[in-house]
């Protein structure tokens, strides 16, 4: 998605060879026209496929999430990240643990919210280890509920998320695909493959 | 406004005499055609207002943030919470205590991305005591920055956060207001007034 790729190449900062620092746009501030054309470009690529709900993970991925479900005219969901030592039997929960953090947590949904009918596109901001992914997707299991594929607004293509999920049989559609942060600068997929 | 009123008396539980509990569509499954009229009608009260920028806070606040900020054509920027023993010189800061919760916690917002320019339009999902909104008015105070007003989605008109913030002299415009929950049922501040 062009106008993705420029605004990750004007606001991005690169911190260092894995972490892309997207404050400016996506995590923090938040840029809403950018969101409307990613929830359009989401919901284009996955409108044949009877999605009845957005599945996502607080607190950025509720941005995309939200465009999405907008334009798809469906409810969207947000996990819930908590502490791993509260319980609650009236929700889906799964494990995740984050790399960055080196800490794990729990996320959960509840069940009124998810069920056997539903066909659920996941939307995220990232896609770098692809923890969040695999405990929504646990999620969606849970609930008997159908998982239509994957949104992911930034993929770190160079981090193994991406290829696990797909080697699943997954659909993971990445606006922009990060081939490499070296030497301070982004360099996408397409980019690569056009050398 | 209507759609809201509806909405809630639809779908919202009351859990008790002071809690509402709106899973349904604003906490955890969100409508999105509901914030998109949630952010039309914030952004047509505060149109004439120069607004410069959405603030709210992580992560019941972010979607009709979002869409205010859609309809504004502004920035929308969400606070960030964190535990009270973390520390970052780049951002503002303010300490929020939680009346349910009984817990303190640190709110932060870079920078980066609030300064003496900005004219700031806070919106959030719910006022009660009003503790969140005093932390990002003083957020703004830190930045220098001006603020319009505040947008509030469900105001709990029976705690004393609005009036502790309109006797600041601060517009404070809610969307639904509850007079009551006894009883299990939902009362209006219109309804009441009606009577």
């Given at each position: 998605?062009?106008?993705?790729?420029?605004?990750?190449?004007?606001?991005?900062?690169?911190?260092?060879?894995?972490?892309?620092?997207?404050?400016?746009?996506?995590?923090?501030?938040?840029?809403?026209?950018?969101?409307?054309?990613?929830?359009?470009?989401?919901?284009?690529?996955?409108?044949?496929?009877?999605?009845?709900?957005?599945?996502?993970?607080?607190?950025?991925?509720?941005?995309?999430?939200?465009?999405?479900?907008?334009?798809?005219?469906?409810?969207?969901?947000?996990?819930?990240?908590?502490?791993?030592?509260?319980?609650?039997?009236?929700?889906?929960?799964?494990?995740v643990h984050s790399f960055t953090k080196q800490t794990n947590h729990?996320?959960?949904?509840?069940?009124?919210?998810?069920?056997?009918?539903?066909?659920?596109?996941?939307?995220?901001?990232?896609?770098?280890?692809?923890q969040a992914?695999?405990?929504?997707?646990?999620?969606?299991?849970?609930?008997?509920?159908?998982?239509?594929?994957?949104?992911?607004?930034?993929?770190?293509?160079?981090?193994?998320?991406?290829?696990?999920?797909?080697?699943?049989?997954?659909?993971?559609?990445?606006?922009?695909?990060?081939?490499?942060?070296?030497?301070?600068?982004?360099?996408?997929?397409?980019?690569?493959?056009?050398?």
């Amino acid at each position: 998605m062009k106008a993705l790729q420029e605004k990750i190449r004007k606001d991005g900062i690169v911190l260092s060879d894995e972490v892309l620092k997207v404050d400016a746009f996506l995590n923090h501030q938040v840029d809403p026209v950018l969101m409307k054309q990613i929830g359009e470009t989401f919901a284009g690529l996955f409108k044949q496929d009877g999605v009845t709900k957005i599945l996502t993970l607080e607190s950025s991925g509720i941005s995309p999430a939200l465009m999405t479900a907008l334009e798809l005219n469906v409810p969207m969901v947000f996990a819930r990240k908590r502490k791993p030592f509260t319980q609650d039997a009236d929700v889906y929960e799964a494990s995740v643990h984050s790399f960055t953090k080196q800490t794990n947590h729990i996320i959960s949904v509840s069940r009124a919210f998810l069920n056997q009918a539903d066909r659920v596109l996941i939307v995220d901001d990232f896609l770098a280890n692809g923890q969040a992914a695999e405990g929504l997707i646990d999620i969606i299991d849970q609930a008997g509920a159908e998982l239509c594929g994957i949104g992911i607004v930034i993929e770190k293509a160079f981090q193994p998320g991406g290829k696990r999920l797909r080697d699943r049989g997954i659909r993971v559609e990445s606006l922009a695909s990060i081939r490499s942060l070296e030497n301070g600068t982004v360099t996408f997929q397409e980019e690569a493959h056009a050398k």
